[in-house]
């Protein structure tokens, strides 16, 4: 079992950047497709961008491609989403997850770990 815990969440202006961090336990960690998901207020949880156990494919949510990148260090066990050019429509609970399916899920129920999740929060 693999235990994440989400960081670097806060309150940015539109246009304005950040970086969240998820670092994970245990030693098979280079084993698992990883995603970040999110939940905007009153909506449910959806995709963003995952990507596959050695971090050599990706996958986004056509609502932050171009602004979103995800990139991983299996040496640290840490998984990290930068986000660029952040919008209002960004503001929600940002979640790491992983699963070990043997393809780049976009699908919530692929997906059986989870952290606790870390808010961001975009100004106008």
């Known amino acids: 079992q693999v235990q994440l815990v989400e960081s670097g969440g806060g309150l940015v202006q539109a246009g304005g950047s950040l970086r969240l961090s998820c670092a994970a336990s245990?030693?098979?960690?280079?084993?698992?497709?990883t995603a970040w998901f999110r939940q905007p207020p009153g909506k449910e949880r959806e995709f963003v961008t995952a990507i596959s156990e050695n971090g050599g494919s990706t996958r986004y949510a056509d609502s932050v491609k171009g602004r979103f990148t995800i990139s991983r260090n299996n040496a640290k066990n840490m998984v990290y989403l930068q986000m660029n050019s952040l919008e209002p429509e960004d503001t929600a609970i940002y979640y790491c997850?992983?699963?070990?399916?043997?393809?780049?899920?976009?699908?919530?129920?692929?997906?059986?770990?989870w952290g606790q999740g870390t808010q961001v929060t975009v100004s106008s």
């Open positions: 997850a992983v699963t070990r399916v043997a393809y780049v899920s976009d699908s919530v129920g692929d997906f059986g770990s």
């Open positions: 245990g030693r098979t960690f280079n084993r698992y497709v």
